[in-house]
């Protein structure tokens, strides 16, 4: 399914041919228009994606109208500082307090997420083909509590999803987070750790948790192109209306990952109040 997902996504642009039927008669070009038939076949196919899309678009109009301003790293002032939400050495391959180095600075929600990743010596993130999740350095490690709080949501009944290589994503996932633990942290600050593993999450709703408390594995669920962790605090229960907030951690160690060009060749920009509060793309982290 997800190769005759990919063929017809390119076939489908085959019905640009067919633009010429608006000046001629022939039957040619109303031939070539009916490919777009196999992009209405796509939306059929993959509908749960496009619905989070249409989620995503209208808590973005949303945003901008209920939070004014949009919290930054300067007007935000945190109720509550974070640790990191794994053990050992991560890397951060996405996110920061910026829009160079921002996760996805357009998408308010996730405007100050991180997507974390285990690098090796080599700068990679998996070892022998990658093409199992055993493969990959992140897979099945633990994912801890970023502070104390209440967990108030949970989603556990995502597969992994399959590898498909070359930065693409499974065309088959009903939720774009996947596997999700969402925990209140105060009284708008709220963590989303996503992509969690299948049948690892530890914890249910209405449980208190405190900080660094083992809760899950990370997965492949979601929206993803290879194991990693997903990260972020927002100012809501809502993941598609809330405002994402600048995560201000305490007691971390980052440091510039020496092999991290390897990895992404994205430039390494590293902004002010790193190593102290915030942290960027293209840093090692681990909890002090």
Not at 67 to 85: C, F, G, T
Not at 241 to 256: D, E, M, R, W, Y
Request: hydrophobic fraction near 40%; proline fraction near 5%.
């Amino acid at each position: 399914m997800r190769k005759f997902i990919e063929i017809i996504s390119k076939l489908k642009f085959l019905g640009l041919l067919g633009l010429p039927m608006i000046f001629s008669d022939m039957a040619i070009w109303k031939f070539f228009w009916l490919f777009w038939l196999f992009g209405v076949l796509e939306i059929v196919l993959t509908f749960p994606i496009l619905v989070q899309g249409l989620y995503q678009i209208i808590g973005l109009m949303y945003i901008a109208v209920k939070h004014k301003p949009i919290p930054d790293k300067d007007n935000y002032s945190p109720k509550v500082l974070y640790s990191l939400p794994f053990e050992e050495t991560w890397v951060a391959v996405n996110g920061g307090v910026v829009k160079e180095t921002s996760h996805s600075w357009d998408v308010v929600t996730q405007r100050y997420a991180y997507d974390f990743i285990m690098l090796d010596k080599e700068g990679k993130s998996f070892s022998g083909k990658g093409t199992s999740l055993s493969d990959y350095h992140c897979y099945e490690k633990k994912i801890l509590t970023p502070a104390d709080g209440v967990v108030v949501e949970v989603k556990s009944n995502c597969r992994n999803s399959k590898i498909i290589g070359n930065g693409k994503t499974d065309p088959l996932i009903k939720d774009i987070r996947g596997n999700y633990i969402l925990i209140q942290h105060s009284e708008n600050e709220y963590s989303c750790l996503a992509h969690l593993k299948p049948e690892s999450i530890l914890v249910s709703v209405g449980q208190t948790v405190k900080r660094k408390q083992p809760i899950a594995m990370c997965g492949n669920s979601g929206n993803t192109s290879e194991p990693h962790l997903h990260f972020q605090i927002q100012n809501g229960k809502n993941f598609f209306t809330s405002a994402g907030l600048p995560i201000h951690f305490q007691n971390i160690k980052a440091a510039v990952n020496a092999n991290y060009s390897l990895y992404d060749k994205r430039p390494v920009t590293i902004e002010s109040g790193v190593n102290n509060t915030f942290i960027s793309r293209g840093q090692c982290v681990s909890n002090a």
